[in-house]
């Protein structure tokens, strides 16, 4: 059955462990199945960024109704199309990429604090 609704693509690191568990919580949010997740090492994900690397945008990218978004208004973006919009506008983009920025660099230390205990129930597709 072929459906109308519009689809949200996120490139995201897929070598990363706090990426992974993102994308898997997003999975789990995503209850009308908006999202389509592509590993930033696949080959959809490097079609898309035609040849450009994944490291030089230094952000997950949100592809959504052929614009391109990178931090915090890729966050933007994502929390929209969940109903949750109203929460990432409440801060200023300025902030919200400073936000994102701060966690971006520090991702593995973050994986390593946040779930040092448990093992990644997260495949990486």
């Known amino acids: 059955m072929k459906t109308n609704r519009k689809r949200i693509k996120i490139i995201y690191d897929d070598d990363c462990p706090f990426c992974l568990r993102s994308a898997a919580l997003l999975r789990q949010l995503d209850r009308k199945g908006r999202f389509v997740f592509l590993k930033e090492s696949g080959a ?6 035609k040849g450009q690397s994944f490291e030089d945008f230094n952000s ?4 959504y109704e052929g ?4 931090k915090g208004r890729a966050v933007r973006q994502i929390g929209r199309v ?3 919009g109203w929460a990432a506008d409440l801060l200023p983009l300025a ?4 936000v994102y920025q701060f966690i971006a660099n520090r991702r593995f230390v973050f994986s390593k604090l946040l779930f040092a205990t448990q093992n990644c129930s997260c495949s990486k597709g």
Not at 67 to 70: D, V
């Open 44 to 49: 959809d994900a490097r079609r898309l960024l």
């Open 67 to 70: 614009q391109w978004y990178r």
């Open 95 to 98: 902030v919200l990429d400073f």
């Open 82 to 84: 969940l109903g949750l």
């Open 60 to 63: 997950m990218v949100v592809i």
